[in-house]
């Protein structure tokens, strides 16, 4: 093969390549911008999630409970009810990767392994939270009491249409009423 076919046939690849890794890739993921995490830790409640495979088992109950340390870290506790009424809990710990605007955090239940944790939607009193990641394969919906009011969880689910999110593929999360 002589050099202009070879030319030819690299910039052919190329365009090739570059069209298949751009036809998959979806815009930056925001995130708010900015997130007070003396307000944002406590206990929050799951409302709905995308499936994944760590939350499997959970079906019901589903807690966060983010407490500061002293290190500049959060300490993550999540909790949750199994189908045989026992409760599962998790810990791990979280950091701030961007400082600028803490809304997005590294989150570790098996260090050292983080899984990226953006805050991409936060109700301005704090009262709800929207989790995901630049991929958007995980979502989370999450609430400072254990329902939210069917207005407040279409809203959301406007917001993470407009995200790149298949709000459809959410579950919505069972709390028990006690």
Known sequence: MDRKWKVLLAVGTGV???KLVLADSKPLLPTVSSVDLTRYVGKWYEIARYPNWFEKEDVGD??????PRQDGKITVVNSCRRADGTTKTSKGE???EDKATNAKLKVAF???FYGKYWIIDLAADYSYAVIGEPSRKYLWILSRTPQMTGETYEKIT??????????AKLIKTPQSQS
Request: aromatic share 12%; charged share 30%.
């Open 158 to 167: 406007r917001r993470v249409q407009e995200l790149g999110y298949d709000s």
């Open 94 to 96: 979280a950091k701030v």
């Open 16 to 18: 090739i390549l570059t």
């Open 62 to 67: 589903v807690t966060a409970e983010y407490t």
């Open 110 to 112: 098996f260090k050292p």
